[in-house]
């Protein structure tokens, strides 16, 4: 199998580079080519998604992306929104036609005390969100930006709902069976829409599962005051951006959280944290989020189901040996991926 | 003064009757007088902001308003959008010009152990949330529904932006200073105006308070993990819906969160929890942030601050001695209300 490898910006180069040893021990026969995105093709390219970085995507079998973006007062962010290094990001996600991002969120046995909730609170949570990925406020064509006016349109079609909501049924059926689908049907139309498109799947071939309807403020809400009450989360894009962050603090540190986005072709594998620039280089980043990507590569991309659950037990062993600093540990890239290594051989 | 309420559905007439005691008992010269709204003026008049809601609220010192809106099966939910009890809660803030929501979140001393978080998180928290409440997906008309697609359309205006943001300024002066501005500049159009016409406010007219610009998924995620970190954040209708009820959790239940919308003319005062249609006359619910808001209403409505301190301190002293069933605690509405009421007499 061919990966193409993105490291892209900030800690994406080391947290990747640390991926790709755990890669390399535990699926020897893959290959692996490295290409630019983001801020780092602009400044090779001038372009955030160079065409030879689209063409190596095009033939790969999985994609392991690192991070993407520069701090807040980058030039990269003064460019054209088309230039920008997030524009990269979404060309990608829309050029492999990724449309269902799935964010697990669990916290792992013996690690609730590194949660920022009660201990009783955050013991296992065990939680899949399901983001559409392609749609919505993103990628509308209906944006403009005047001196004195602008808007951006939220966009589904039927279709495009009900296709993000059969993999949240599939990924339910392989776990407790129930389905929460997030709206705010009580104030937009197209939140009628997707209420509407999800129960029909739901009808269609999922009735053994169960399916409920909550509003996105809710959810927010309970998923800090009761995130145990949560199987699968399906959900629109935008809302899926900010439901993710908010649940990825449950366990701890946005530097344990993987993602997998999946379409019709190959899938695009991502920690869910940002580029970090303040920390970047240092060697102290935690590579556990792009470790458990490539997990999730192994799993849904290369269909490597026991080499992933041998990269995640040996991940969740290394951060009960030692975690990094984000964490409130001391180990350094370095010594936490050495720590994985050691536990997957 | 004149002041209307308005009790709504669910528990909303239980929690207004409990504020308007207190009222009644700081501010005896005041006149109320009560009128329909939501699903219970649906049932009297078949609309849900009838005309003589309308009228009275016009001639009013200030709007006290209980909670909108029915259990998910309600046949309210059936009729068509602009007949629906939400409906007539949005004709309402959109009727008074209300477009400044202040929802304070505020861990009082001695109650840190009612927050889902951890205590230390949790010790000392006091944000204030602004949130523009008559633009962006929630009124505009650019919206539509029909069988295969459906839209609505995020807008802005940037004189919609800078007077909500002179709002959380004039807030902040009165606070510890900093604002955080909420946006998601890196894909929207519509934020990169906010966030241009928030900078501007800045720097015609107050440039000796800290602004910031954050990223709405990462305002979620640091509400969480780190909230001791904000002072006034503003934000958008949407994003303020999510993030305002998000940190609703903080001090360990919806039942203790106030509102105030401010406009041009007079201010509506309402508690944030939903109408709870599962408790509904039980005499169960938490009126805190009813009474709350009518301490609000007393400060920013009548400008009588005093009133408003004394009636805050005396909740704080009521909470400590008995909380209601939300908090875990055993107090019915009413013993909870005569304790306020003990405690301000
Ligand atoms: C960088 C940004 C465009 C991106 C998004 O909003 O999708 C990120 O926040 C994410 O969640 O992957
Ligand atoms: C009931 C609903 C329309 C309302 C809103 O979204 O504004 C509520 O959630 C709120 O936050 O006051």
């Known amino acids: ?90 060309a990608l996600r829309r050029a492999m036609g990724c449309y269902a991002n799935l964010r697990p969120v669990r916290v792992l046995p013996g690690l609730e005390h590194l949660s920022p909730l009660k201990p009783e609170l955050a013991r296992g949570v065990d939680i899949l969100i399901v983001r559409e990925l392609l ?35 599939w990924a339910a059926g392989q776990r407790r069976g129930r389905v929460t689908s997030v709206d705010k049907a009580n104030v937009l139309e197209v939140s009628e829409l997707w209420r509407s498109a999800v129960q029909d799947v739901h009808g269609r071939k999922y009735r053994d599962l169960t399916l409920n309807h909550e509003y996105v403020d809710s959810v927010a809400m309970l998923l800090v005051s009761n995130p145990g009450r949560y199987d699968v989360v399906l959900t629109e894009n935008l809302f899926g951006d900010i439901l993710s962050d908010l649940a990825a603090v449950i366990p701890g540190s946005l530097g344990l959280m993987p993602s997998a986005s999946l379409g019709d072709g190959a899938g695009l594998f991502e920690p869910i944290h940002g580029s970090a620039p303040d920390i970047a280089g240092q060697g102290v980043a935690n590579p556990a989020a792009a470790i458990l990507s ?52």
């Open 294 to 345: 490539a997990a999730m590569l192994l799993r849904h991309g290369l269909n490597r189901p026991a080499a992933a659950n041998h990269v995640e037990g040996a991940v969740a062993r290394a951060l009960r040996a030692g975690p990094t600093a984000d964490l409130g540990g001391r180990a350094s890239t370095g010594a936490f991926t050495d720590a994985v290594l050691d536990n997957v051989q």
């Open 1 to 90: 199998p061919r990966i193409v490898t993105l490291p892209g910006d900030g800690i994406g180069p080391e947290v990747t580079a640390a991926a790709v040893q755990v890669l390399r021990e535990v699926a020897p026969d893959v290959t692996i080519e490295e290409h630019l995105i983001g801020g780092a093709a602009i400044e090779e390219t001038g372009e955030p998604f160079p065409t030879a970085t689209r063409e190596a995507v095009r033939g790969a079998d999985a994609v392991l992306l690192g991070t993407v973006g520069g701090p807040q007062d980058s030039p990269w962010n003064r460019l054209p929104r088309p230039q920008r290094p997030e524009s990269g990001l979404l």
């Open 135 to 169: 749609g919505g406020l993103y990628f509308d064509g209906d944006r403009r930006l005047d001196g004195d006016s602008a808007h951006n349109t939220m966009r589904y079609t039927r279709a495009e709902v009900e296709r993000v909501a059969r993999v949240a049924f």
